[in-house]
């Protein structure tokens, strides 16, 4: 097992770390490998992301055909008015 040591963390860090250990019944060290653990794993198993969620929510669609005008203008630069 890996070993870690934590430095200058902050004394309010630590107490609310030891209040937070006493309510779940665990030393602190227990508590820091389940906030440690938990942590790493949420992260692993965050799902689809929001573009990944949006097209599995509209996949039954079947997408939507837009029609695109056709351009009779031949591009031109652009006209910059000078202001006085």
Excluded: C, Y
């Amino acid at each position: 097992m890996a070993a870690i040591s934590v430095r200058d963390l902050d004394e309010d860090v630590a107490a609310r770390l030891k209040v937070r250990a006493a309510l779940h019944g665990r030393s602190m060290e227990a508590e820091v490998r389940f906030i440690f653990t938990g942590a790493v794993l949420d992260t692993e198993d965050e799902g689809p992301n929001f573009a990944q969620a949006l097209r599995t929510r509209f996949a039954a669609v079947d997408g939507v055909e837009l029609l695109v005008p056709v351009r009779k203008d031949m591009p031109r630069a652009a006209t910059l008015l000078h202001l006085q």
